[in-house]
């Protein structure tokens, strides 16, 4: 639909006696102010009740193990990441090898392998029960030493194979975009290919290797399973144990806020290492960096591994669960025929789908309040609904349990009988109260970037034939923001599917998920019956990835097509 038959179809509505082109617009900021104060409304009842309560509590038992625990997991999955992804970005940037075009896409699969089903598919096949250390006591005797896998190196190594496309896509956009004549001038210089990346292309692309780590650093922070599958207590793990365990809410509380820190640590440190410089693209024209073959055996030894790279993240585990469906039907007939699997399965896409709906109306109310206004104040406010994304799910989970109890002591205080009788911390929906702070994020920059890319004019010249703001979204924005409407919601679907600390911490008796069921399941080691809903949510993560892969592969077509 072109945006001159949006203008038509948006039509000049009569106009009431005293309307203006303008009216409703400061209704609109409002709304995007009561969104931001929605979000950050639990997240700032953790902290403030975790401040409060200093001194009225005891710290936990051993929360200085579980910082040191829980840095050194994030400086150890970072590293493995940096060295893993950035790795494989040089190599299939800057090297042409045999399959280089393929894996080029294919490296990207393991980010749809989740960390917690990665983990439990790598024990099964490397711990003390497991055909790898079976094989070694058979070959070498039942005395040979093996190091233990349930460890904090086992942690960092199946993180890693699993987080490393977040740095992966970065590095490697951001080797693709400099522009040719920087690293030309550097090869007019004398500098070799190697010299130009240490001194010229690492530099520049601080700030991508930056992000990347970043992100990598907070998904580990947010891990509640896989750490657990191999006995390493993080202070994340801490604040579902306190909670549920010793029901020390104050104590769950501060360590809630700790982890808080921790997320705006990461971000800092974000912040400090693409430092006081700007990076700017200029423009020119130059060959650019030309991948250079790989002969012979080297060239054979790059494919060998990105082979290894994306069978251990994303192949292996796969095979391997699909092994096990499939072992499990040909002993138990009745074993795909579990009640409780469609349950489950129903209740995931339920929530999900509510989850991916409610984002989306509240990504296009904010993104459409900014575009109205466009003042200072809805564009920091419309930031603010943004950060629940970089706060670990149980701190947000406890966030929602906190606010709610005070409105239900308000609403007592006022009178109410019963106050909120629990309607919203005994059901599903603080579930999806809490999904929406979380996942508010990725629906409203995946909308507001199809909003900046209509024309400021079109809505001007909406607003001067009469049309209302409620008008003009459904209209105008609306018809013209589609694509990224249908991305916001496949991205917060798929995000709510794999979310697992928020569901353990707020769901109802009797109410599970598939990630839930899956965590169950294999922490009593049943990998068998934990194989069909993992499967499920890996066939459900991999579609956002191949619409990453599709625009990624769109983004440098453009690139190689502009002069």
Known sequence: MTETAVLAQAGTPKRR????????????????????????????AVVFDGLGSLGSTAPPRGLAGMVATTLLLMGGVAAGSLLVGGGLAWLVTAYRFPLRNVFV?????????????????????FDVSGPVQAALRGFLGADIWVPEVRSLPGAVLVMSLSLYPYVYLLARTALLEHSPGTYDAARTLGAGQGRTLRKVLLPLARPSLAAGMSLVMME???????????????????????????????????????????AVAVLAAERALRGRARYHRQGGRGQGLQPRRLQGGRGW????????????????????LLAWAVGGAAKNPGFLADPRFGEYIINTLLVAAVTAAACVLLAMTVGHGVRLNGGRFASAAAQVTTFGYAVPGAVVGIGVLISFAALDTAL??????????????????GILYAYVIRFLAPAYQAVDASFTKIPATITASALSLGAGPRRILARVHFPLARSGIAVALMLVAID????????????????????????????ENFWEKASLPALVIVAAAVLPVLVLVRQARRAETDRKARP
Not at 19 to 44: E, F, K, N
Not at 110 to 123: D, E, H, K, N, R
Not at 498 to 522: D, H, Q
């Open 220 to 262: 580990t922070l947010t891990d509640f399973a896989t750490v657990q599958y191999f006995n390493v207590q993080t202070v994340s793990v801490g604040v579902y144990l306190i909670w549920k365990g010793t029901f020390n809410f104050h104590a769950a509380t501060q360590l809630a806020v700790l982890v808080l820190l921790f």
């Open 301 to 320: 030894a790059a494919t060998a591994v990105c082979t290894v790279a994306v069978s251990t993240g994303f192949l292996i585990p796969v095979i391997q």
């Open 17 to 44: 006696p005293g309307r203006t082109a303008g009216a409703g617009r400061p209704a609109w900021s409002a709304l995007v102010a009561v969104v931001a104060v929605v979000v950050a409304t639990p997240v700032l």
């Open 412 to 429: 007592e205080r006022a009178g109410v009988p019963g106050g909120t009788g629990l309607l919203v911390t005994g059901s599903v929906l």
């Open 105 to 125: 896409w294919l490296l990207v699969l393991p980010l749809a392998v989740p960390a917690y089903i990665l983990g439990f598919v790598f024990l099964s096949v």
């Open 496 to 523: 709510a599917v794999k979310e697992l600390p928020i569901v353990l911490l707020l769901r109802p008796f009797g109410f599970t998920t598939a990630s839930v069921w899956v965590y169950e399941l294999a922490r």
